[in-house]
């Protein structure tokens, strides 16, 4: 796994600086999480609002190909996601690769896979076993702004498949580690 987070940076690093038009910058912001249960996530967010957000902050690398730009970026996140047994929260290393396409202005989307490894996870008050699978894969897909050197996007993630823990002493038998997540970060290209 260590070999293809090295890899990975080599390669985000080729792309970066293999185009006329490049771009480096930091990023961070805020994930809102939910467990897919539409009912639960409405009340939870009722009563407890910052409950289920977590945060994340990274790095990028933007490759532009005329109105198509390539940015994959190295993402340290830690996400919040409240179930009916308790709040699970996981901590992970995010790559996505988005490829996006300017609109109008300043105003871009994009959509991509998103690579995800497991660094740790906890659910509290419950012993919980390991995760299916520590490595996973995702799509990201969303709108942002750019106005000079700070952009501003709202993106939605979720997993293409489940990646089940199981929880040992209750009825509940497993939560998914991938939940789906609304992110909305900053960005400074430097």
């Known amino acids: 796994m260590k ?3 090295f890899y990975a940076l080599v390669l985000i690093s080729y792309v970066g600086y293999a185009q006329s ?7 961070g912001g805020l994930n809102y999480g939910s ?3 539409l009912e639960s996530t409405i009340n939870n967010t009722i009563e407890n609002p910052d409950s289920d957000i977590g945060f994340h902050a990274g790095i990028f690398v933007k490759a532009d190909l005329g109105p198509i730009y390539v940015r994959p970026e190295l993402i340290y996140t830690q996400l919040n996601t409240t179930y009916s047994i308790g709040d699970f929260k996981l901590e992970k290393i995010d790559l996505p690769v988005l490829i996006g396409i300017d609109f109008i202005g300043p105003l871009h989307f ?3 896979p998103s690579f995800q490894y497991i660094l ?3 659910l509290e008050e419950v012993s919980i076993g390991d995760v299916a699978d520590d490595f996973s ?3 990201q897909l969303g709108i942002g702004l750019n106005l000079g050197r700070l952009g501003i996007d709202l993106r939605y993630e979720r997993g293409f498949n489940d990646n089940e823990v199981e929880i040992t002493g209750i009825n509940a038998n497993r939560i998914d580690t991938r939940p789906e997540q609304l992110i909305l970060a900053l960005s400074l290209s430097l």
């Open 120 to 122: 740790d996870s906890d």
């Open 137 to 139: 894969v995702g799509a």
């Open 35 to 37: 467990s897919g249960d």
């Open 21 to 27: 038009d490049r771009g480096f910058g930091i990023k």
């Open 110 to 112: 994009f959509a991509g």
């Open 3 to 5: 070999n293809f987070f």
